[in-house]
């Protein structure tokens, strides 16, 4: 498959180095309450498994580890970009193949994880990877473990900016433009809430820049 084909279809680029995805220029300074709660979460004992599933962030290994953790990256956004993984659906068109995605990757222990950063990722997987991802989670995150996610709300455009999210402080992200991943879809909090009905708890804060933050105990 030529790689604009999978583009077209996906909204998603081909995979590229990971040193050419990150553009150059100011990065964003993001005050997040939501953040805030959840490193409050994972700072009372020592020795917890973190899984990040954005971009590699030599920042938030640095932060996390810091704090005692284990840390576990899985670039789930990368990995999603596999021309390979594109098969035809029976209709003419072509859809994921979400069982060999998931029989590569994201290979977890049962109740492995205390603690997980999902960031954006479910505004920008192809859809047939968002529900799957999020049931595969659920079962590799430890009972009472917590999530922190965070959504577009419906004031964002399709042209939204896609970002790295660094750990700048225990209450500040640092956003870093990346190549376009295209804006996929809006979740309202009832779709928010429906990926998520399968764990404990759900709570929201609204941000200042159309986005929304979620933290999540499994």
């Known amino acids: 498959m030529a790689p604009g084909i999978f583009s077209r279809i996906f909204g998603i680029p081909a995979r590229r180095d990971a040193d050419d995805e990150f553009l150059p220029g100011e990065k964003i300074s993001r005050r997040s309450t939501g953040f805030s709660e959840f490193i409050r979460a994972i700072s009372r004992e020592e020795g917890l498994k973190i899984l990040d599933l954005g971009s590699t ?8 580890t810091g704090l005692g953790h284990k840390f576990h990256q899985e670039d789930v956004l990368r990995s999603a970009t596999d021309k390979s993984l594109v098969i035809p659906n029976g209709d003419g068109g072509t859809t994921l193949d979400v069982h060999r995605y998931f029989d ?3 290979d977890f222990e049962r109740e492995e994880f205390d603690a997980v ?6 505004d ?4 047939p990877l968002v529900k799957p991802l999020i049931e595969r989670i659920q079962v590799a995150m430890k009972p009472a473990g917590i999530l922190f996610a965070l959504f577009h709300t419906k004031d964002a455009g399709p042209d939204a900016p896609f970002y790295r ?4 402080a225990k209450d500040t992200l ?5 190549r ?4 996929q879809r809006i979740f309202n909090n009832r779709h928010v809430e429906n990926l998520f009905r399968e764990y404990s708890s759900i709570k929201f804060f609204l941000g200042r820049d159309n986005m929304r933050e979620v933290l999540v105990i499994r």
């Open 57 to 64: 962030s030599p920042a938030n290994i640095t932060f996390m």
């Open 104 to 106: 590569e990757n994201l």
């Open 117 to 122: 950063m999902f960031w954006d990722l479910a």
């Open 124 to 127: 920008y997987l192809p859809e």
């Open 165 to 168: 999210y660094n750990i700048a």
């Open 174 to 178: 640092e956003l870093q433009p990346a």
């Open 180 to 183: 376009a991943f295209r804006l």
